[in-house]
């Protein structure tokens, strides 16, 4: 038997309820009659992790976190519950099916709970089941450690299951159903004119996805590590989504791809501290020591030896960067300014590299909309400046015309 495998994932809106669940069963055979072998990830039902993760935090006496084995194991029942009961409307079809566990689909992780990551797949048991024509629905976001336990990928994470079995069961592609229709040049909500991307390559998509569309990361990551074309459209939709692919010519001629919006930016400013060498390293440490990512840095010029730092975090993390902060003895400042209610615009494209002036572009862009840049970072294929989320759906409009989103 050699029929041509394709992995699918449904999100957690696809399959929110029952009637979706029995609505996406058919989907699933049909495909199977078109002559493929499908094997599906699924996410957990609607808000379901959501509320799992509500219920651990409540049972726990004094505000004690939950113990992270105990939380994996449960997180991983919300996929359970989606791929058993999906596998039983199949069934009911009298087609072939089965339903996997991370741990069952012989996907290994690491050893670290809530985000572990996955470090091999042991693919016997799925081949032989593909082998006997079987459809497979596996749950999404869980594997299991080199003890025996259950982990789970991060918030997000079966995207990045489904990438994984796409590259170790060498699918020709892996289908991503979602709630939106595919990638867009920019949040649609905010600019009616943006654009569905008919392609996209991987390192324009990290972008997009690290700064806020709706990818998990680490899947684009995989992808294009191993080269899996992702399509990602709309589950209910009948039109064309978007493929994100190697770069090579398709739309590298288009040096803008997109417009990358990240809302839950706060900005942090120690005023006046004392410049020495090390300055900068002492600061950062005890954050990073608690892995609280640190994003864009300015530091202004020493005046009288003392300089201002700022540097912008996200939200959640913001209350501990302060209470850090203020708990270093040996830091000596005037003061912590702490501020949300900033975000983050990025203008993402690989054919940026090497051609100068798309900085100046955006600023004067952003300057034309009396819009104040309060901080700015680039990198070879991204530049991105620090707003006030006030100005966010101002600048990004303008953004999208001056640099012609709207045009194919
Ligand atoms: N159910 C998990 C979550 O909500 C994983 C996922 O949806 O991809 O984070
Ligand atoms: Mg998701």
Known sequence: MNKKIVVQKYGGTSIGDVEKLKLIAKKIVDKKTEGFSPVVVVSAMGKTTDELVDMSEKVTFNKVKPDLREKDTLLSTGELVSATLLAMSIKSLNVDVLSLSGQQAGILTDQIHGSARISDINTDRMMKEINDDKILIIAGFQGINNQGDITTLGRGGSDTTAVALAAALSADVCEIFTDVEGIYTTDPRIVKQ???LEYINYEDMLEMAVLGAKMHPRSIELASVYNVPVY???TFSKKKGTLITKGDDMENNKTVTGIAI????SKVTIKKIKNKPGTAASILKPLSDQSISIDIIVQNI????YIDFSFSVSDD???RVYDILMSQGNLEFEEVIQGKG???ISLVGTGMQNAPG???DMFNALGEENVEIEMITTSEIRITCLVKEEDVEK???SLHSKFELDKD
Not at 262 to 265: A, E, G, I, S
Not at 302 to 305: H, L, T
């Open 395 to 397: 600048s990004v409009k």
């Open 194 to 196: 943006a654009r569905k």
């Open 317 to 319: 993390d913001l209350g």
């Open 342 to 344: 900033f975000a983050k």
């Open 358 to 360: 798309y900085a100046t």
């Open 302 to 305: 020493p005046m009288d030896g």
């Open 232 to 234: 990602v459209a709309g």
């Open 262 to 265: 990240d809302k839950n930016v």
